[in-house]
């Protein structure tokens, strides 16, 4: 049975057929894919064929599928009791783990998804400033909670709406938007509203809308004007946490935030998020402090398992290093064959993450992300698919190069692209 079979039957009961909207195809038209297994960097597919994975799962996979030490423990694990509603040991573990990698966090706090770790930044951030409006930057995506979808990134964009229906007045009107890289910006909202603002959020490396880094000087200028106005500074890190080193982007570039949101990679492929700081902030969260947070699910013994396992290899196997070597060989030849073939393109690169932007010029923002040609996107998408080669169905998305893709894989994608015709 194929894809279309599939997605047939799926859509009489899956609200558009997918639980995540971005996977509908959308921005790229045509039928989603449907995978039925995956090994390394290999998927295979409900039609029969074999792509080249360059989405892992939209991050999660940086030691690539169905990694057998990862699986290992898993099942070891499940076989053990799936969950308990109650403590053990390698929660203390985990967090352990956790804390030691990121030096700047004394303490964490499990949950099972990022969209539920930023929801819970933002409430204590709120309870420990006793202050009640956020600042966000557009395009940046930080789930979706009600008053994180102001001007959000990927899905929303994808889907054209820059917000959603249902989420009331009074959520958004919480939330001052900045652009991002936008500093002045930042300090002019602060400068006007500072004694209201909890906190200040940013995905430190932008990745929901396409991969934006950020210019000279900008988090450390967040991090002084949040300090200035007694406001904190959250990093979002679902994506950057362990993804350019076994630690958060916060403690690598050395811009410290107060609070730092983790998912993704820390779940290794199962759920999982993390919020994690110091100990004064921490500490007032329940049972010791006023702000409530609760999981039936939370720190279950499966998902920790995997995730502890993925950071432990990351930290013993550091594959940064090969990623952004393959990460650099993606972008220069994907940026030379553009060249030669006088195509309008510009493919930023950090480690194993890249997002080919359509357009010449660099991106910097939302609107630089939102002036490329989405229609040459979805063409490069769909050639890159019928050759093999998965590659994240929306222009406002990061690929992601794992440690486990080969020199092999990257020639093979650009031999593919050399073909593409615009
Ligand atoms: C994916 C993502 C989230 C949401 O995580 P989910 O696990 O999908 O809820 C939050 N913030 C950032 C930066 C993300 O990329």
Excluded at 51 to 66: E, K, N, R, T
Excluded at 305 to 319: C, H, M
Aim: hydrophobic share 40%; proline share 4%.
């Amino acid at each position: 049975m194929s894809s279309s079979h599939w997605f047939e039957r799926a859509k009489a009961v899956i609200p558009g057929g997918v639980n995540s909207p971005v996977r509908a195809f959308n921005s790229v038209g045509g039928t989603p894919v449907y995978f039925s297994s995956g090994k390394g960097a290999i998927v295979q597919t409900e039609d029969g064929t074999e792509l080249i994975d360059f989405c892992g799962s939209w991050g999660p996979l940086i030691l690539g599928h169905a990694r057998d030490e990862v699986i290992e423990t898993v099942k070891k694990t499940a076989e053990q009791g799936m969950t308990f509603g109650a403590n053990t040991r390698l929660e203390a573990e985990f967090a352990e783990l956790l804390c030691h990698q990121i030096p700047e966090m004394d303490m964490v706090r499990l949950v099972n998804s990022g969209t539920e770790a930023v929801m819970t930044a933002i409430r204590l951030a709120r309870g420990y400033t006793h202050r009640r409006k956020i600042i966000k930057f557009e395009g940046c995506y930080h789930g979706h909670t009600d008053y994180m979808l102001v001007a959000a990134g990927s899905g929303l964009l994808t889907g054209g709406i820059s917000s959603s229906a249902g989420v009331s007045e009074s959520a958004t009107a919480e939330v001052f938007v900045a652009p991002y890289n936008d500093l002045e910006a930042v300090q002019a909202i602060l400068a006007k509203h500072g004694d209201d603002i909890a906190a200040v959020i940013v995905e430190p490396i932008a990745g929901n809308m396409g991969l934006i880094e950020p210019t000279d000087g900008f988090l450390q200028g967040l991090r002084d004007a949040a300090h200035n106005a007694g406001t904190l500074l959250i990093f979002d890190e679902v994506i950057n946490g362990f993804r350019l080193g076994p630690t958060s982007y916060g403690h690598m570039c050395g811009v410290h935030p107060d609070l730092t949101t983790l998912g993704k990679i820390i779940g290794g492929g199962l759920p999982i998020g993390a919020i994690g700081g110091t100990k004064a902030i921490m500490e007032h969260l329940a049972p010791l402090g006023p702000v409530y947070q609760a999981g039936t699910l939370s720190g279950n013994p499966v998902a920790v398992a995997s995730g502890k396992k993925t950071i432990e290899l990351l930290r013993d196997e550091a594959p940064y290093l090969k990623m952004e070597i393959l990460g650099r060989r993606m972008a220069k030849g994907i940026q030379q064959i553009a060249a030669k073939k006088g195509l309008d393109l510009h493919c930023a690169q950090r480690g194993g993450m890249f997002t080919p932007f359509f357009r010449k010029q660099a991106v910097t923002n939302l609107e630089d992300s939102k002036a490329c040609d989405q229609k040459a996107h979805a063409r490069y998408f769909h050639h890159m698919l019928q050759h093999g080669f998965y590659t994240p169905p929306s222009g406002f998305e990061v690929a992601f190069i794992s440690g486990i893709h080969t020199t092999h894989q990257i020639d093979a994608f650009l031999e593919a692209f050399h073909q593409f015709e615009g």
